[in-house]
């Protein structure tokens, strides 16, 4: 099947940058041709005069089952948040985890991203729910010592289950996910490393969010919690390290050494103030891989990547003083090319370009918040002024899964209908 996006800026995110006006065409699941006037015939036209054409957005940590949640845990101590959260994660079930994960790719489809790294326990169900919603989902089932979790059995062979029923499905992507070093052991974690080696799939972990995270794990090894991962081989390049806000320099060059994606959430860490800002400039200079996520629903409590972007923006330029830090190509870059490259599908996503999947998200050129648009504002009016409201049309590895604001896939209605019920029966127990 031929689609053809007509007459759009194309925001390639190619080597060059580029942006173009032109032709994107779209073959079955992957791009053919981009910027050149299309002269054949094609099965679909999407007309985007004066619009915005750019890839999909990649979100590289969150718990898409917690948007059922929102607000059940806002303004209170991080201890208390925890101690409720773990409480209501205990007695979950199937229904309100699919309900959940059906909210949760349906706002995250409406503000750009086609693309996301879930760490959750039951992704056999959120698997399901998120191939209805036809986005792509890279779920890394939740690992931890088996004394310290609820899950039935051993969470890792669970992983590993999970894995094999799900490795061939379509724009699924099982991965390895551990709760973090409070409650895993050096068996676990390098467990978990090596199930990871061996398949070649993502390992995603809570890391350094907190300071009392780093100094319960100093009195407890004597190191700080990335350098004692590093110090039993956990750290490479399958790695995606959520938070990362309280770290030295000495594991920062750790996590470049090692090659390690690390996913900034500042939204979460402003709202649970837990402090730290994520060292994301030094990062760079010694070569890990920044990326971003909004984290769950219960302590963002959004979803939306593109607002994301701007506030990690933000937040370093204002905590350093320095307005030239985090540079909107940057932010930019963080939310696609790196997090395609987080994932180990750098050849497959994250630009526009011929070869690539086709996960392609239409702005709304005429919105007033992105005028005036010129080739050279561009990329600073998306990250900088653009929002969800601009989202028109969403497509992921070939599929339209939004256009013009409809919704392709989930049934909107059914499932927020439904939603209310699911909050009062988890949260208000």
């Not at 994107?24 to 053919?32: A, L, M, P, S, Y």
């Not at 799900?166 to 050096?186: A, D, S, T, W």
């Not at 891989?289 to 701007?310: C, F, H, P, Q, R």
């Amino acid at each position: 099947m031929i689609t053809v996006v007509r007459d759009a800026w194309i925001v390639t995110q190619d080597p060059q940058r580029r942006i173009l006006r032109g032709d994107v065409v779209v073959d079955g699941e992957r791009i053919v041709s981009v910027g050149k006037e299309y002269k054949g015939t094609a099965d679909k036209e999407i007309e985007a005069a004066g619009d915005i054409v750019m890839p999909g957005l990649i979100n590289t940590h969150t718990h898409v089952a917690m948007a059922v949640m929102k607000g059940v845990v806002d303004d209170i101590p991080f201890p208390d948040f925890l101690k409720k959260v773990f409480s209501i994660d205990s007695g979950r079930t199937d229904k309100d985890i699919r309900i959940g994960t059906k909210i949760g790719c349906a706002e995250m489809i409406r503000s750009g991203t086609t693309t996301f790294v879930d760490l959750y326990y039951s992704e056999d169900v959120i698997a399901e729910a998120v191939a209805e919603a036809g986005i792509r989902g890279v779920l890394c089932w939740c690992v931890l010592d088996e004394e310290m979790t609820t899950q039935k059995g051993n969470p890792l062979h669970n992983c590993k289950r999970f894995y094999d029923g799900f490795k061939n499905k379509r724009k699924i992507m099982p991965g390895v996910g551990l709760q973090g070093v409070y409650v895993c052991n050096e068996e676990t974690c390098r467990g978990a490393k090596e199930f990871s080696d061996e398949k070649g799939i993502p390992l995603t972990f809570h890391l350094s969010e907190t300071r009392g995270e780093v100094n319960e794990h100093r009195k407890k090894t004597g190191k700080r919690p990335a350098e004692w991962l590093n110090d039993i081989g956990v750290l490479g390049g399958n790695v995606i390290a959520a938070h990362s806000a309280w770290m030295t320099m000495n594991e920062v060059r750790m996590m470049g050494a090692a090659g390690a994606s690390i996913s900034s959430c500042p939204v979460s860490n402003m709202k649970l103030a837990t402090g730290g800002v994520a060292p994301i400039p030094e990062f760079q200079r010694y070569g890990a891989n920044v990326t971003v996520g909004t984290d769950g629903s219960t302590t963002n409590n959004s979803l939306d990547l593109m607002a994301e972007m701007k506030v990690l923006g933000l937040l370093q330029k204002s905590s350093r003083w320095d307005p030239t830090v985090t540079k909107a190509q940057e932010l930019l870059d963080f939310a696609t090319l790196n997090g395609a490259k987080a994932i180990g599908m750098g050849d497959s996503l994250g630009s526009v370009e011929a070869g690539k999947y086709a996960d392609l998200v239409i702005l709304d050129g005429k919105s007033p918040n992105l005028r005036p648009l010129l080739p050279e504002n561009t990329i600073s009016n998306i990250v900088y002024s653009g929002s969800s409201s601009n989202v028109k049309t969403v497509m992921c590895q070939g599929d339209i899964v939004l256009e013009n604001g409809r919704m392709n896939t989930i049934d909107e209605a059914e499932v927020l209908s439904e939603s209310e019920e699911m909050w009062r029966s988890l949260c208000l127990r």
